[in-house]
């Protein structure tokens, strides 16, 4: 299968300080990606697609201002946590969805911990 | 309603007993049919993949797809410690980027 990768894998900050996580497709081009937010023990919760050139799309009850979305390349997207507070540690996942198939395929995860 | 509906168990079998994982969905339009296995503290790894109706097989693993009861299932035979993880249904309609998934079941393989 396809290979996305998300770097880094896992992060401590302090609370109020920014948190760039990035997601590549490795060998295919991916004009949408998708980043979740998982809790333990529960599903995946769908923040945002990131389409390759525009604005991304929020699902409803996601600051958009506060989890900013770049997707400025066709194998690159980046979700920036600004300003961030313990609530929002968590394990963030991105997906990217191969042309032509509908497949989606996962990145790692980041483990955000908000001190 | 939700859109897609998966028993999130928790699921125990002995090694070498067969699984079945199991979805429901409400919605006619869904094509494509994914399930995915997730480690503890990993991303979700691509299982098998179906278009339409029909089943899949790939090893020990088989999908299944009853597009007339909205049903999708996936059998794992002879399981194994190593496949231990929760499992995630997803599907996805037609020329949509929107992925519908289901909350995940968690399987636990005794050795």
């Known amino acids: 299968g396809a290979v996305v990768s998300q770097h880094p894998s896992w992060v401590i900050c302090k609370s109020g300080t920014s948190v760039k996580i990035e997601c590549r497709s490795l060998?295919?081009?991916?004009?949408?990606m998708f980043w979740y937010r998982q809790f333990p023990k529960q599903s995946l919760m769908l923040m945002a697609t990131?389409?390759?050139?525009?604005?991304?799309?929020?699902e409803q009850g996601v600051e958009k201002d506060k989890f900013l979305i770049n997707h400025a390349s066709l194998t690159l997207s980046t979700l920036t946590v600004t300003s961030a507070h313990p609530e929002d540690s968590s394990f963030y996942i991105c997906?990217?969805?191969?042309?032509?198939?509908?497949?989606?395929?996962f990145g790692p995860g980041t483990r955000l911990t908000v001190l | 309603q939700k859109e897609v509906e998966q028993d999130p168990g928790p699921l125990s079998v002995p090694e070498g007993a067969i699984v079945s994982l199991n979805c429901t969905y409400s919605?006619?339009?869904?094509?494509?049919f994914m399930w995915y296995r997730q480690y503890s503290r990993k991303g979700p790894e691509l299982l098998m993949y179906?278009?339409?109706?029909g089943n899949k097989e790939d090893g020990r693993f088989t999908a299944q797809v009853d597009k007339s009861s909205k049903y999708i299932s996936l059998f794992i035979r002879d399981s194994q410690p190593s496949d231990s993880a929760t499992y995630l249904c997803?599907?996805?309609?037609?020329?949509?980027?929107?992925?519908?998934f289901g909350t995940g079941t968690s399987l636990t393989v005794i050795p």
């Open positions: 990131s389409n390759e050139g525009s604005k991304a799309t929020y």
């Open positions: 179906t278009y339409s109706s």
């Open positions: 997906s990217a969805m191969a042309p032509f198939t509908n497949e989606q395929f």
């Open positions: 997803a599907m996805s309609a037609i020329g949509g980027n929107q992925f519908y």
């Open positions: 060998d295919f081009q991916a004009t949408t």
């Open positions: 919605n006619s339009a869904f094509q494509y």
